[in-house]
C-alpha cells in the first residue's frame, strides 16, 4: 500500500534559521507528492506540490524536490519567520491510468515553532 | 474567488443528536471528500463522491453518512455522535483527471460533542 513518513516534531527554529522537514513515500509506481500547510484551527492550505520525479515545487521561499531514487520530498526553506510556524503534512497521491480520484495519503503532520 | 466552504465552522451537538455538517464548493470539480482529523492527527478519508458515485472508505463507521444532491454541495450526516466522533472534519474537491491530483480543502468545521 502507500505511506508516508516524515520526521514528527515539533521542531524548533529560531527566525531565519533553515529549515528542512524529511518526508519519504512509499508508493506502486509514481504519484504525486504535495506539501499543505495547516494553521491552528484552520483547514489545510497546498504549500507546494511536484507531479514527476526531478519537479521542483517551491512556494512563499519553501522548496521541495521529487526524487525518485531516494522516494522523498523533503521540504526546504532558507529563512523562517515566526508566521511559518504551523503543521506540515507531506502528502500524496498515486496516478491512476483511469485519472481517479481518492484520497491523499499523508504523513503524521509536522508541528513547526518558529521563535523570535 | 473560487473556493471551498463549509458551515458551520464550529458545530457543538450532545451525544447521540443528529448532526448534519455542509460544504460548497465554486470550483466546479466533480470530486468532492468528506476527512476526518482528530487533535494531532493527519486527515483520514471517510468517503468521497465522483459525480453522484458514493465511495465509502473500508473503515468508515455506518453512523457516518453522506448525500450530495448536486454538484456543489455535499453533506455529512453523524447519526448518533459519540464523544469520540468530536474532530475537526475537513471538506476536499477535485478535478477528475486533473494532472495534478491535487485537492482543494475548505476550512474545517470544527465538531464538539457533549
Known amino acids: 500500500g502507500n505511506s508516508v513518513t516524515q520526521m514528527e516534531g515539533p521542531v524548533t527554529l529560531s527566525e531565519e534559521a533553515f529549515l528542512t522537514i524529511n518526508c519519504t513515500y512509499t508508493?506502486?509506481?509514481?504519484?504525486?507528492l504535495f506539501w499543505y500547510v495547516q494553521y491552528p484551527g484552520e483547514g489545510l492550505q497546498l504549500l507546494l506540490k511536484a507531479t514527476k520525479a526531478d519537479d521542483k515545487g517551491s512556494n512563499k521561499g519553501f522548496e521541495a524536490t521529487y526524487r525518485k531514487e531516494t522516494t522523498s520530498f523533503h521540504l526546504e526553506k532558507g529563512s523562517v519567520q515566526v508566521s511559518d510556524s504551523a503543521v506540515y503534512f507531506c502528502?500524496?497521491?498515486?496516478?491512476?491510468?483511469?485519472?481517479?480520484?481518492?484520497?491523499?495519503?499523508f504523513g503524521k503532520g509536522t508541528h513547526l515553532i518558529i521563535q523570535p | 474567488d473560487a473556493m471551498v466552504i463549509q458551515n458551520p465552522r464550529y458545530q457543538v451537538t450532545q451525544f447521540g443528536k443528529p448532526v448534519t455538517l455542509s460544504c460548497s464548493q465554486t470550483?466546479?470539480?466533480?470530486?468532492m471528500y468528506w476527512y476526518q482529523q482528530k487533535s494531532s492527527q493527519a486527515p483520514k478519508l471517510l468517503f468521497h463522491?465522483?459525480?453522484?458515485?458514493?465511495?465509502n472508505e473500508a473503515d468508515t463507521p455506518d453512523n457516518f453518512q453522506s448525500r450530495r444532491p448536486n454538484t456543489s454541495f455535499c453533506f455529512l450526516d453523524i447519526r448518533s455522535p459519540g464523544l469520540g466522533d468530536a474532530a475537526m472534519y475537513l471538506c476536499a474537491t477535485s478535478r477528475f483527471r486533473d494532472i495534478s491530483y491535487e485537492q482543494y480543502f475548505g476550512p474545517g468545521t470544527r465538531l464538539t460533542v457533549t
Open positions: 463522491y465522483y459525480d453522484k458515485d458514493f465511495n
Open positions: 470550483l466546479n470539480h466533480n470530486v
Open positions: 508508493a506502486t509506481g509514481y504519484p504525486s
Open positions: 502528502a500524496l497521491s498515486p496516478h491512476y491510468s483511469g485519472g481517479g480520484a481518492d484520497g491523499l495519503t
